[in-house]
């Protein structure tokens, strides 16, 4: 009985529950990297990088030469593509 409890679905790393503790970013740092960032939103870091270079980003902050940016403002931005729908660039 104590076994099951440990190896029930809803505690598996690759469940729904832990789906959606890793989208809410409840698991995520106060304060991320870029390769932190990248890893949540499943791309390179070189796309990250390219991202907060145009600004795309918000909450990043330069410390020394490192990049920080707030989860916060992430997670709420990311709320925000959602709510909006995505915006595509225009065909050239």
Known sequence: MENE???SPAAAPG???????????????????????ASFL???RKTVYEAVSRGEIPGVRRIGGAFRISRD?????LDRQVAGGVRRRPAP
């Open 15 to 37: 469940s729904e529950q832990a789906a959606k503790v890793h989208r809410s970013g409840a698991d995520l740092p106060p304060i991320l990297t870029v390769d932190e960032l």
């Open 5 to 7: 409890a440990r190896t």
């Open 42 to 44: 499943r791309l390179n």
């Open 73 to 77: 403002s992430v997670l709420v931005w």
